[in-house]
């Protein structure tokens, strides 16, 4: 068993290869917590020179958590956006490295998924990341690596006396590289390493399942991913299945993360997403978690009376707990389970893309959320309206346009009185007494066919 955790200097790491197993999240740094970290270092080396630091002051990253896999391999558990981010860091300083630091290694990172042809798909591994072109678009991860990348390209541009010293510390190519370990003032890391990886042999089934239990555990209580994460890590484990369905099942959790790429891809379309809900969510950029809590929902409605799933509470890791009762329920195939959970979230998104592309049905939506934008718990109301118009999903098109009509009828009858309390109609509305109502009839009369117009002053007694 390794020394648990210990603090590693960060120089050490650069002749590791890290493996980013399938059912870790993906790298979601954006602009603030990159320049963030930028600036700290920053900051830590201009304390350094300026002789400020304490004695043995150093500066320390959060844990990162690996299982050994071999010499110098080792998939990570925890800590990959961090290890990501200071890759794109070091790749930014290539030329840098080359011009001022003796060692020149810098580690390996890359995604298991593409461990058997690394050199046509990986992203990151490949650093394709480096090139402005239409690769950055293919799937969410490879979104974010680029515009990490780019975010810290501009902070060197904005900060070109930085390159040097951020290269010589994070080489271990300074003032600093002939002292002791423990007595340099530099980049480090809380590292927790797990025992498996120091067996000659050891079950790869096995190996999984533990990564993915610590995993999990690292986040309980605190839940630092979120519940879309966690859920993803429930559905791309292919540690439950045992030889041929083990492979098969990789071959499948394969599929699903192109799925789950596609999917959160085509609902981070501005148009596509306003019509579901149009708030983003700092702390949740995924917005396949909207399409999991109709498919929780779904679940626990069907598994109310199930003493398994009973004592489930409705707070903010509803989704998420209902999810993995599902899969865990005593006597499940868990491979039926999960299938059939992965089957749900793609017929829920497939109704939903069936709305969006029909124009009839999404700009009636569109104008229902419109209306609400303007109330009180406008959210709430929003993602109730959806889940009214989701749980009409078997009723034909026709059918579905009807009930559509009627309330944007209701949305837009007019129930304001005059002066001698008798109901306005669209004659007797004015923008000084009742700019509410005639806003709403504007905004119809700009979205919707001259036929529904017609019903619509039949109904407001014109």
């Not at 955790?5 to 993906?26: A, D, K, S, V, W």
């Not at 994460?229 to 559905?235: D, H, P, R, S």
């Not at 492979?247 to 790429?261: C, F, G, L, R």
């Not at 009509?405 to 109609?425: H, L, M, P």
Request: net charge negative; hydrophobic share 35%; proline share 2%.
């Amino acid at each position: 068993m390794a020394d648990n955790p210990r603090i590693l200097n960060f120089y050490h790491l650069l002749n590791y290869r890290f493996n980013i197993p399938e059912y870790q999240r993906g790298y979601r740094w954006e602009k603030k917590q990159v320049v963030d970290l930028m600036n700290d270092l920053k900051d830590f080396i201009d304390r350094r020179a300026a002789n400020q630091l304490k004695d043995k002051e150093f500066y320390c990253l959060q844990p990162v958590v690996v299982y050994k896999i071999g010499d110098n391999h080792y998939d990570v558990i925890d800590g990959q956006q961090r290890l990501t981010t200071l890759y794109l860091i070091l790749q930014a300083l290539k030329t840098t490295i080359e011009d001022n630091c003796d060692n020149q290694n810098i580690y390996q990172i890359g995604y298991s998924k593409f461990i058997d042809d690394p050199k046509e798909s990986d992203y990151l591994n490949n650093n394709y990341f480096l090139n402005d072109d239409d690769k950055q678009y293919l799937t969410a991860d490879n979104f974010f690596i680029r515009q990490a990348y780019v975010e810290i390209c501009n902070w060197f541009r904005n900060n070109k006396r930085c390159r040097v010293p951020f290269a010589q510390m994070l080489m271990n190519n300074d003032s600093n590289s002939n002292l002791a370990d423990e007595d340099k003032k530099d980049l480090r890391v809380i590292w927790y390493e797990t025992d498996y990886g120091r067996k000659d042999c050891y079950d790869p089934v096995q190996l999984e399942k533990d990564s993915i239990e610590i995993f999990n555990r690292l986040n309980y209580g605190q839940i630092k991913l979120t519940d879309t994460e966690l859920v993803k890590a429930l559905i791309m484990q292919s540690d439950c299945y045992l030889g041929e369905k083990y492979a098969s099942m990789e071959q499948w959790t394969s599929k699903v993360a192109a799925d789950w790429d596609n999917m959160e891809k085509k609902l981070h379309n501005p148009f596509f997403w306003s019509m579901l809900n149009a708030v983003e969510d700092a702390n949740n950029p995924s917005h396949i978690s909207f399409l999991l809590s109709f498919a929780a929902k779904d679940i626990y409605e069907e598994k109310a009376e199930d003493e398994y799933f009973r004592d489930i509470k409705r707070d903010n890791h509803f989704d998420y707990v209902v999810i993995d009762r599902w899969l865990s329920q005593p006597g499940g195939n868990r491979e039926m389970l999960v299938k059939d959970l992965w089957n749900r979230v793609m017929d829920i998104f497939s109704l939903f893309e069936s709305w969006y592309e029909d124009l009839e049905i999404y700009h009636r939506i569109g104008m229902l959320v419109l209306f609400l934008e303007r109330t009180k718990e406008r959210d709430s109301r929003v993602n109730n309206l959806i889940r009214e118009l989701y749980a009409q999903k078997s009723l034909r098109k026709s059918a579905f346009i009807n009930i559509l009509n009627g309330k944007i009828a209701s949305a837009v009858k007019i129930c304001s009185k005059n002066k001698d309390n008798e109901t306005n109609t669209l004659k007797s509305i004015n923008y000084h007494d009742n700019p509410e109502e005639i806003i709403k009839v504007l905004e119809l009369v700009n979205v919707i066919d001259r036929c529904i117009i017609i019903f619509l002053l039949i109904i407001n007694g014109l």
